[in-house]
């Protein structure tokens, strides 16, 4: 599982308020497409988790914001896996126009049944991520050593 993800995202006119501006609820919905990515990217759906009866659900969201989009701005949204645990995902968001830094934000995730019982994340989502943490560091350390 690829732990960060880019995607881009044009601004469209039914996504501004009255001002042009991206209304800031519009973001939340960003990051959602940002995660549906990075899980495509890594190989994955949602569709096949739902097909097995499991349903990603969000526990916490949160945005900081430092400037805002306009109408038809080109953005880049960098989504990034932090944390997996047992029961939870966490992902941490960035979203550009340019290099310039719109907002960033966390989202934390569970998995549910359809009865609504929290479920483990699965385990073949926990080994991919292990697994490509492990790399990260072996992979810190050898430039650390050069």
């Known amino acids: 599982m690829l732990r960060e993800h880019e995607i881009e995202i044009r601004v469209r006119y039914p996504e501004c308020d009255p001002m042009g501006l991206l209304?800031?609820?519009r973001v939340f919905?960003?990051?959602?497409?940002?995660?549906?990515?990075?899980?495509?990217?890594?190989?994955?759906n949602y569709r096949q988790l739902e097909e097995q009866g499991l349903f990603v659900v969000?526990?916490?969201?949160?945005?900081?914001?430092?400037?805002?989009a306009r109408y038809?701005?080109?953005l880049r949204l960098?989504?990034?896996?932090?944390?997996?645990?047992?029961?939870?995902?966490?992902?941490?968001?960035?979203?550009?126009?340019?290099?310039?830094?719109?907002?960033?934000?966390?989202?934390?995730?569970?998995?549910v049944d359809r009865t609504g019982q929290v479920r483990p994340i699965p385990e073949a989502w926990q080994l991919e991520f292990s697994k490509e943490a492990g790399e990260?560091?072996?992979?810190?350390?050898?430039?650390?050593?050069?």
Request: glycine letters at 8%; a positive charge; charged letters at 30%.
């Open 29 to 44: 919905v960003y990051f959602e497409m940002g995660r549906t990515e990075l899980l495509r990217a890594s190989g994955g």
């Open 136 to 146: 990260s560091a072996n992979l810190r350390s050898e430039v650390q050593s050069e």
């Open 78 to 111: 960098r989504t990034r896996v932090t944390r997996m645990s047992g029961y939870k995902i966490e992902h941490e968001y960035h979203l550009f126009r340019g290099e310039e830094l719109l907002c960033r934000g966390q989202v934390t995730l569970a998995v």
């Open 72 to 74: 038809d701005d080109l």
């Open 58 to 68: 969000v526990v916490e969201a949160r945005c900081r914001y430092y400037r805002p």
């Open 23 to 25: 209304h800031h609820s």
